[in-house]
T-cell receptor, first 112, second 116 residues
Framework: RKEVEQDPGPFNVPEGATVAFNCTYS??????FFWYRQDCRKEPKLLMS???SGNEDGRFTAQLNRASQYISLLIRDSKLSDSATYLC?????????????FGQGTELSVKP | GAVVSQHPSWVICKSGTSVKIECRSL??????MFWYRQFPKQSLMLMAT?????????EQGVEKDKFLINHASLTLSTLTVTSAHPEDSSFYIC????????????FGPGTRLTVT
């Protein structure tokens, strides 16, 4: 079983749609959680950290359920520029100073 | 924000040759650098972790004699792929973290290696 598993993609949605990505992780000792965005042939870029209380950054909302070992990302009012691969990432340390484990990513394509 | 560079951005080499990839932290001291590999349509896989002045710690299944990592200074780490084979063709990405960067991992732009 993979340490971090994500929804298989790709997700093809129209502009303005709301889309949700799901992720599960197997290591209950994981301490910190993130969503990264990766554009084609580029390095991953941190989108947002994920906290137990849930957190929001503009159109993006992330949720964490430690009991279920489940992480989600909700994107509202999708833009064409949101098209990318979204990576769920967990870390066994409190911040990013430790080992990051990446999910395989879910590809999002937002169409006009 | 903290900036990490990689050089070269892409390289094509012949089977059997060695290739060196550099990873530099430009505006902070990177006490730890990480090397990842990503095959098409797959996730980033951590290859090794290196701390300045120490030997790198390799992940299970990564050959340390094939992928030589040197982290001789707080701003530079190198990955040398020795005796490269076509199956080593991949996207190699480094990241760096340090106290000055709040220990967040900052990723380099990656190096695309093609072995013919």
């Amino acid at each position: 079983r993979k340490e971090v598993e994500q929804d298989p993609g790709p997700f093809n949605v129209p502009e303005g749609a709301t889309v949700a990505f799901n992720c599960t992780y197997s290591n209950s000792a994981s301490q910190s959680f993130f969503w990264y965005r990766q554009d084609c042939r580029k390095e991953p870029k941190l989108l947002m950290s994920v906290y137990s209380s849930g957190n929001e950054d503009g159109r993006f909302t992330a949720q964490l359920n430690r009991a279920s070992q489940y992480i989600s990302l909700l994107i509202r009012d999708s833009k064409l520029s949101d098209s990318a691969t979204y990576l769920c990432v967990v870390n066994s340390f409190y911040n990013q100073g430790g080992k990051l484990i990446f999910g395989q990513g879910t590809e999002l394509s937002v169409k006009p | 924000g903290a900036v990490v560079s990689q050089h070269p951005s892409w390289v094509i080499c012949k089977s059997g040759t060695s290739v060196k990839i550099e990873c530099r932290s430009l505006d902070f001291q990177a006490t730890t650098m990480f090397w990842y590999r990503q095959f098409p349509k797959q996730s980033l896989m951590l290859m090794a972790t290196s701390n300045e002045g120490s030997k790198a710690t390799y992940e299970q299944g990564v050959e340390k004699d094939k992928f030589l990592i040197n982290h001789a200074s707080l701003t530079l780490s190198t990955l040398t792929v020795t005796s490269a084979h076509p199956e080593d063709s991949s996207f190699y990405i480094c990241s760096a973290s340090g106290r000055e960067a709040s220990y967040e991992q900052y990723f380099g732009p990656g190096t695309r290696l093609t072995v013919t």
